[in-house]
């Protein structure tokens, strides 16, 4: 069991930090960059408003968010729509030895 007190961190009992954790910490620093990109136009994020358009954190971003979310699941709903199993006469379900 892990006790949790003041500059310690969270840990599960495997003692790794747990995935909700990581995810909000990567969703802050990426924040943080893009605030400071168009914000303060930090010149070492590479991105600004004449650089990186909405436009272009959309293409960005939907290909990586459609791919598992849309086409896979489809595709895997036409495959197996198209698989069949057959089982030869006599054959019972279980492998020989």
Request: no cysteine; aromatic share 0%.
């Given at each position: 069991m892990s006790t949790s007190g003041p500059g310690q961190r969270r840990e599960d009992e495997t003692g790794r930090v747990p995935r909700g954790t990581v995810f909000a910490a990567a969703g802050l620093a990426f924040a943080i960059v893009l605030w400071g990109g168009y914000g303060r136009d930090w010149a070492w994020t590479g991105i600004n408003g004449s650089t990186a358009t909405l436009w272009d954190w959309l293409h960005l971003w939907l290909l990586p968010l459609l791919l598992?979310?849309?086409?896979?699941?489809?595709?895997?709903?036409l495959v197996r729509s198209r698989v069949t199993i057959v089982v030869p006469p006599g054959a019972s379900g279980r492998a020989s030895r």
């Open positions: 598992p979310t849309l086409v896979v699941p489809a595709l895997l709903l």
